[in-house]
């Protein structure tokens, strides 16, 4: 399989799929590539939550099922000084993301876990 796909920040509220603005996206802060935990940690990062509080936002998403973007709401919430319970309610997911004091996920539960050497 080849895949050929080019995902651009135009300006400040449009993204670019394959060179054309997509509408659906318009206005989304965050890209999930579904294949990373680091997306998840530019949305830590740039929400900035406090301990105990929490926020929904909705990222662009590369689908790695069909390898198409959609809109993919989701939501954070600060349980502890470097812990966040995650939902992602489009797939009934939940999961407590770990972090290191930058923010960047350390553990992403069965999914994903940082080496460390």
Known sequence: MSLDLTLERAGTD???VNGEIDPN???LDDIDLGFTPA?????????????????????????????SV??????????????YAYVSPQHDYRAT?????FGAITDYPD???MCRT
Request: net charge negative; aromatic share 8%.
């Open 14 to 16: 449009d993204w670019r």
């Open 25 to 27: 996206m318009t206005g």
């Open 39 to 67: 997306s998840n940690t530019n949305a830590i990062r740039r929400l900035d939550l406090s301990e105990g509080t929490g926020a929904d936002c909705v990222a662009v998403w590369l689908d790695t099922e069909d390898w």
């Open 70 to 83: 959609k809109r993919l709401p989701q939501s954070y919430h600060r349980t502890g000084p470097r812990t």
């Open 97 to 101: 993301l770990v972090t290191d004091a």
């Open 111 to 113: 999914l994903w876990t």
